[in-house]
């Protein structure tokens, strides 16, 4: 059975930085992406990987966030530095056999991390 575990939220400062942890089991996929939802907000998308291990951001965070990827352990990583207030939200990792932007281009979903950032 497929399935994506996300780790690594918490609540932390402004100024901090974070590493958010997916770990897929079940199977090997090809692209992955991590969104992110505040509340009483759509989920919006913030960094992708593909197999090639090429990367992409949203503009509003290509300068804080790094999304890798460790084949060997099945895992894939968004570093978050300089951590903002309006970075608060649930973090979700999702997989699929395609790269993008939308949720909908993806087929498997972690259950959410949460990262709170105070001022």
């Known amino acids: 059975q497929e399935q994506l575990v996300e780790s690594g939220g918490g609540l932390v400062q402004a100024g901090d930085s974070l590493r958010l942890s997916c770990a897929a089991s079940?199977?090997?996929?090809?692209?992955y992406g991590w969104f992110r939802q505040a509340p009483g907000k759509e989920r919006e998308f913030a960094a992708g990987?593909?197999?090639?291990?090429?990367?992409y951001y949203a503009d509003s965070v290509k300068d804080r966030f790094t999304i890798s990827r460790d084949s060997a352990k099945n895992t894939v990583y968004l570093q978050i530095n300089s951590l903002k207030p309006e970075d608060t939200a649930v973090y979700y990792c999702a997989a699929g056999r395609f790269p993008g932007r939308t949720p909908s281009g993806y087929d498997y979903w972690g259950q959410g991390t949460q990262v709170t950032v105070s001022s």
């Open positions: 079940g199977r090997t996929f090809n692209n």
């Open positions: 990987i593909t197999w090639t291990h090429s990367t």
